[in-house]
Each structure stands twice: as structure tokens, then as C-alpha cells.
């Protein structure tokens, strides 16, 4: 397992700024990535965040939207842009090991609202 | 595109009462895990499954695989009031995407 670590732990925003979330990783990990979770419904993937290489995003998120930073094995962020209230939900940052069990650990979360 | 069907989408049980949730996917699986999320909190691996028929037990929580890998449940015998939550399960494909059920909330009865 791992100890994943989030920043802000939440935040309230306006319409069309830009919040970075940071997750932080407390051992080397393959496997990072962004999932959103509306309040009350399952979990939804953003992206898998890759070392050296842009990110892989799912259908429905873009990279000008969501991008997307990893810049070594144990940090990554993500940034959401040009907020608007649809934006508001909780952000969670998940690791996993390939070749293991690939089970995933997720981090605290991020909740965002913005008004 | 692939999915991961799960039911209840909540369940009330009094307390000392079982619990069962049960996800279907359209193809079969590699693997299928569970994870329990406390109310404010995150999702927490709770186990994973890989072997056709494969059934596995963690005190009170049996869980099994069915045996063409494409459903699974959750039991949960003599509910306690620490067992409240959401429970999701996530099915690997052979891509190793995860796809994640939709979740059964556990509510206790006062």
C-alpha cells in the first residue's frame, strides 16, 4: 500500500479561475491517476497521469480542460481550468502498482465548489 | 462500451441484519475488486478476486467471483453499524482499465 497525500483538501472557487490539486505519493508507484466523484454517484476517470509523457484522458475530458502534470514517480497534478459551477465535485487521485495486484489506493480527495 | 452493472443502488437493513450487493459485467473479467467508502470519505481496497469461482472471506464479508468471470458479490453477515457505507465494486478488462460499478449504499436503520 501507499500513503497518498492531497492538496487543497478542499477549496471554494469562482467561475473561470483555475485550481491545481496535488497528489503526493509516499513510495515510487507505476500506475497514477484522476477520477471525479459527484456527490453520491460512483467514479468517474479523468486520466492516467504517465512519467515523462502526456497524459491519457478519457472520453468526455480534454487536456485544455483538465491538464495534467507527473513529472516523477511519486507527484502529479491536476489542474481544473475555467471553472464553471459543473465543475464542483469531489477530485480524487489514485496509485497502483502494474505487474502486482493492481489494486488502486486513493487519496483523501479534493472538494471543489465553485460558485 | 464495457460496463460494470451493480444492485442494489441502496440498501436498508436494521442492524444484526445481512446485506448483499451483486455486480454484472457484459464481458469477462480479468479481475474484480471491491471497495468500501465511508460517508466523507474515500474509496478503501477492500479485495480482489481473480480465480473463476473463487470465493474469499474477511471475518463477516464473503465475496465471490462467478465462474465465467463476469459476476461477483458482496455479503456481509450480521450488519454493525461500522459497516455503513458505500460499496463499489471494479471490474478489470484486458486493457487493465478498472470499471467501477455504481455502488451500494449500506444504511442502517436507527
Known amino acids: 500500500s501507499a500513503v497518498i497525500s492531497q492538496k487543497p483538501s478542499r477549496d471554494i472557487c469562482q467561475r473561470g479561475t483555475s485550481l491545481t490539486i496535488q497528489c503526493q505519493v509516499d513510495?515510487?508507484?507505476?500506475?497514477m491517476f484522476w477520477y471525479r466523484q459527484q456527490p453520491g454517484q460512483s467514479l468517474t476517470l479523468i486520466a492516467t497521469a504517465n512519467q515523462g509523457s502526456e497524459a491519457t484522458y478519457e472520453s468526455g475530458f480534454v487536456i485544455d480542460k483538465f491538464p495534467i502534470s507527473r513529472p516523477n514517480l511519486t507527484f502529479s497534478t491536476l489542474t481544473v481550468s475555467n471553472m464553471s459551477p459543473e465543475d464542483s465535485s469531489i477530485y480524487l487521485c489514485?496509485?497502483?502498482?502494474?505487474?502486482?495486484?493492481?489494486?488502486?489506493?486513493f487519496g483523501p480527495g479534493t472538494r471543489l465548489l465553485v460558485l | 462500451g464495457q460496463q460494470v452493472m451493480q444492485i442494489p443502488q441502496y440498501q436498508h437493513v436494521q442492524e444484526g441484519e445481512d446485506f448483499t450487493t451483486y455486480c454484472n459485467s457484459s464481458t469477462t473479467l480479468s479481475n474484480i475488486q471491491w471497495y468500501k467508502q465511508r460517508p466523507g470519505g474515500h474509496p478503501v481496497f477492500l479485495i480482489q478476486l481473480v480465480k473463476s469461482g473463487e470465493v474469499k472471506k474477511q471475518k463477516r464479508l464473503t465475496f465471490q467471483f462467478g465462474e465465467a468471470k463476469k459476476n461477483s458479490s458482496l455479503h456481509i453477515t450480521a450488519t454493525q453499524t461500522t459497516d455503513v457505507g458505500t460499496y463499489f465494486c471494479a471490474g478489470m478488462d484486458s486493457n487493465y482499465q478498472l470499471i467501477w460499478g455504481a455502488g451500494t449504499k449500506l444504511i442502517i436503520k436507527p
Open positions: 489514485s496509485v497502483s502498482w502494474r505487474g502486482g495486484e493492481e489494486t488502486q489506493y
Open positions: 513510495s515510487q508507484v507505476t500506475m
